[in-house]
């Protein structure tokens, strides 16, 4: 086997990935999976830390053909995605290269939204009920017919909330619809359907895990605790990693290794959000890749290992991965991951941020804070918030007190100074 990976659009958390291959001697391939990197992932891309880069002749997949023909002669052992618009490519690029991967006649099950619940539904598992159309007035009347108000509107196949609203009536449907309908989402996929789906409520959980030939890895559990915004839907604002064993984990453990296994997620790491309900649990979605936004090291110094670490040394040490597959990890520290939030657009004036927390007792790191002279965006989505903070401390309670802290500093709008 060739020391050779290929990464499909190194963005984000994907970004990571190539330096620990290359300390561990493996060549690193970059293919991107649209002619143009969309904007929203173009500061993360670090081009020197690949051997090679290659780019389509066009977004259609006949357009990867000179890429197929490319990599035949590089033979890499493995082709994965590094962030969520990769996630097809690498898949299609595994089919053609007969490489260990997930299955491509499966691929849209695990990028297609409405897809991905029906296959959830028809192996047995709680899912969500829906509709997804093209016509506004079918979407109400769906709405109508099933009395699901209140509903969510998004996209099939984009990510980070992006344009995800919740609609009470009618009248925000219609809006919430017409604002998707036609559109090109923010992976740069134009939106042909609009899918809507029944609100549920509950606590919402993050599930991250990597996969070996269909058997689950679980790396990490987190509660996902947002808030609502107007004209849009919820926003991150805290998640806490907890501790592996419990009853809540365990009951989230069961559902999502039945739910990896019915949306072929056989190969490679899955990010899932779910909502335990008075049912039980339900998926809202998977992603076949691994978790956007991480401070890896963060999570390194919580568990010893990070989402990257084990998805590289699933390819890298595959047997050293296997005697793995069963365990249960062990918090060394508490983690809290808070998303900041602005109620305004602006331009920055002075990023205060790591001048008031960075002496806090569990103060760990900040990513993604716009800079002087950077725009700061009302935040509706994951792409619009203002950074992330990562508080790690061996005592709760004082994260608990330096998170209160971080909101009061963001409430008083003394975080960001804007012009």
Not at 140 to 164: F, I, Y
Not at 298 to 310: C, D, F, K, P, R
Request: proline share 5%; aromatic share 8%; charged share 25%.
């Amino acid at each position: 086997m060739k020391n050779i990976i290929c990464i499909v659009d190194a963005y984000s958390t994907g970004a990571d990935l190539a330096p620990v291959f290359k300390k561990s001697g493996w060549q690193c391939i970059h293919v991107q999976s649209n002619a143009v990197i969309p904007d929203d992932y173009l500061p993360s891309f670090i081009p020197k830390n690949f051997d090679f880069l290659m780019v389509p002749d066009s977004d259609e997949l006949s357009g990867f053909e000179s890429i197929v023909e490319k990599l035949q002669l590089f033979d890499p052992a493995y082709i994965i995605p590094g962030t969520e618009t990769g996630v097809k490519i690498a898949d299609y690029l595994s089919h053609r290269l007969s490489k260990p991967g997930n299955a491509w006649e499966s691929s849209t099950l695990r990028r297609n939204k409405f897809q991905m619940q029906e296959a959830l539904n028809n192996g047995g598992l709680l899912s969500i009920p829906q509709f997804v159309t093209d016509d506004v007035i079918k979407a109400v009347d769906w709405a109508e017919q099933h009395q699901c108000w209140p509903v969510v509107v998004k996209p099939v196949d984009s990510a980070g909330a992006d344009s995800v609203r919740f609609c009470e009536n009618h009248v925000e449907l219609e809006d919430a619809f017409n604002n998707i309908l036609g559109k090109k989402n923010k992976l740069g996929l134009f939106n042909s359907t609009v899918l809507i789906q029944k609100r549920l409520r509950g606590q919402q959980f993050i599930v991250n895990a990597v996969s070996m030939d269909g058997m689950h890895l679980i790396t990490e559990i987190w509660t996902d605790d947002k808030i609502p915004v107007s004209d849009a839907s919820l926003i991150c604002e805290k998640e806490i990693l907890l501790p592996f064993r419990g009853e809540i984990q365990n009951t989230l453990v069961s559902y999502m290794k039945k739910a990896l296994t019915l949306l072929g997620v056989d190969n490679g790491p899955s990010h899932s959000e779910l909502i335990i309900t008075e049912q039980g649990p339900v998926l809202i979605e998977t992603a076949a890749r691994m978790q956007g936004t991480i401070m890896h090291d963060a999570v390194i110094s919580a568990l010893g290992y990070s989402h990257v670490t084990l998805t590289a040394e699933r390819y890298i040490n595959p047997n050293a991965f296997l005697g793995k597959i069963n365990d249960k990890y062990n918090l060394k520290k508490n983690l809290y991951c808070v998303t900041l939030s602005s109620k305004e657009d602006g331009v920055v004036k002075n990023n205060r941020c790591k001048e008031l927390i960075g002496q806090f007792p569990s103060y760990f790191g900040l990513m993604h804070t716009p800079e002087k002279g950077e725009n700061i965006f009302r935040t509706t989505d994951l792409f619009t918030n203002p950074g992330i903070i990562y508080l790690c401390h061996d005592c709760e309670d004082q994260i608990k007190r330096d998170y209160i802290k971080i909101r009061e500093l963001e409430s008083d709008g003394l975080l960001f100074e804007l012009m």
